[in-house]
């Protein structure tokens, strides 16, 4: 489900982030691949939005808050997916 960022990416950050008016540096394609050198940066489409999870050595992952319409479902997957 998710991949690696990777530049083919950069198409998905700027359609869901130009559909929800996001201008937050935090979850830009630029700064995300760049920082995916220190930590494990990837990208899924989970209930129509973009996910963004990062993981550091030897931690769990954590996750960028979904963006898109369906935040909430994405946010209940998720959780369904972490067995939490």
Not at 7 to 29: G, T
Not at 44 to 65: G, H, M, R, S, W
Request: proline share 2%; aromatic share 14%; glycine share 2%.
């Amino acid at each position: 489900m998710f991949e690696k960022i990777k530049l083919e990416h950069k198409d998905l950050f700027s359609r869901f982030l130009s559909a929800q008016k996001i201008v937050l540096s935090d979850v830009s394609f630029t700064n995300c691949f760049l920082w995916q050198h220190a930590r494990l940066i990837q990208v899924a489409v989970i209930k129509d939005c973009l996910v963004i999870q990062t993981t550091y050595e030897n931690q769990k992952p954590f996750y960028f808050y979904p963006i898109g319409k369906k935040a909430f479902e994405c946010v209940k997957e998720l959780l369904k997916l972490e067995k939490i």
